[in-house]
């Protein structure tokens, strides 16, 4: 396993100073290479954390890839330990956590933009195939953010009975489905469009509304609604 401890500080306070210092002219006067090296120096406090900062960026393809890795990935990485990989994932989860407070404390319909921050934040740049439903209540608020499961890098099954059997189990009124691509393209399948369709069905016996089916990629978002699929 990694070094968290560090080895001797090639990089120089100095260096590290001028980063602080460039940090508290706001969150836009770092490049996204030196988020990651400040961040890193942190946990890491007697390296040069620059050159582990541009192989982590490299490896997962940017910021956003990087804080939603999994965490055995982060931790794989030369130079990388518990430590360091905490010190990404919690900066990961105070962001979650600030962008969804919105989507829980307004109707959902009604902070819409919210909700699509949140959800690109959190699965945008994920390398597998994650499905989710949220559940809403009778005022669109939401009442759960439900993870249905995980699948390969390409698919993830949505089963029309679980999906329906636990909106009955909360006392749904409404979901909205979601989904993200790995491929970064939103744009939905054929496959997408019928599992979609057959659970609008299954809910409209049962008196529960399908708002919308949204899915996520690193290249954007799709509303099945927007596109008249629904």
């Known amino acids: 396993m990694a070094d968290d401890a560090g080895s001797n500080d090639h990089g120089g306070t100095g260096h ?16 996204d290479h030196e988020l990651v090296e400040y961040l890193l120096a942190l946990a890491i406090p007697r390296r040069d954390t620059k050159p582990l900062a ?17 965490w055995r990935a982060i931790a794989k990485m030369p130079g990388m330990g518990d430590t360091s990989t905490a010190a990404i994932k919690i900066v990961q989860a105070a962001a979650l956590r600030m962008l969804k407070e919105p989507v829980t404390q307004r109707p959902v319909l009604a902070s819409w933009q919210a909700l699509l921050d949140y959800l690109r934040a959190d699965m945008a740049f994920l390398s597998i195939e994650r499905v989710r439903v949220l559940h ?39 979901l ?45 978002h799709s509303s099945m609604r927007a596109k008249g699929l629904l």
Request: charge should be neutral.
């Open 16 to 31: 590290r100073a001028r980063l602080r210092q460039r940090l508290s002219q706001g969150p836009d006067a770092l490049l």
């Open 54 to 70: 541009k192989a982590l960026l490299h490896r997962f393809g940017g910021l956003g890839g990087l804080m939603t890795a999994d």
């Open 136 to 174: 809403l209540n009778s005022r669109n608020m939401l009442i759960m953010d439900d993870h249905m499961g995980d699948g390969s890098i390409d698919q993830a099954a949505i089963y029309v009975r679980e999906v329906i059997r636990r909106a009955i189990d909360l006392g749904s009124a409404a």
């Open 176 to 220: 909205i489905l979601v989904h993200n691509h790995p491929s970064g393209a939103p744009d939905p399948s054929r496959q997408d469009i019928d599992i979609t369709r057959q659970i609008v069905e299954a809910g409209k016996r049962l008196g529960i509304s399908v708002h919308d089916h949204i899915i996520i990629g690193a290249q954007g």
